[in-house]
């Protein structure tokens, strides 16, 4: 499909059935964090903190890079979740001026329980994900 070719009605079936796979794990993502009392960026920006690598900086230009968000979007996320008790700002080491977020202890708590449902979700209908990804990957090689 990225060679410019024509696309055949199998190729848009395939695209629109791994949108619906994408969208229902989203959707599903969406309703456990609100049942969990976050809106759904705050539970990305946790599991994006928990994640970074090693060296990469756990900053709020990392966090915004990572979530596609303008770094305004990133601090006011991050605001409401220091204040909700699950991040902190501490300075960096070597560089005062610089910023670091931490995930709090109910932070990561919090962030476990939405990560176990998360993992159950992906097990049960992860499959089906995978097989709209590799239809849609096959037909374009």
Known sequence: MG???????????????????IRRFLSFSEAVAKRHGIE???HQTLITLKGLPDD??????????RLFIRHHSAV???DRLVAAGFVVRTRA????????????ASGSALLRKLSIVHRLELERFGPELAQALNAVIRKSR
């Open 40 to 42: 759904p960026r705050q």
């Open 3 to 21: 060679d410019g070719r024509d696309l055949t009605l199998s190729d848009y079936r395939n695209l629109a059935e791994l949108r619906r796979q």
């Open 56 to 65: 990469v900086a756990p900053t709020i230009g990392e966090i915004a890079s």
């Open 76 to 78: 006011q996320l991050v």
């Open 93 to 104: 080491q070597r560089d005062k001026r610089q910023v670091r977020l931490r995930l709090t």
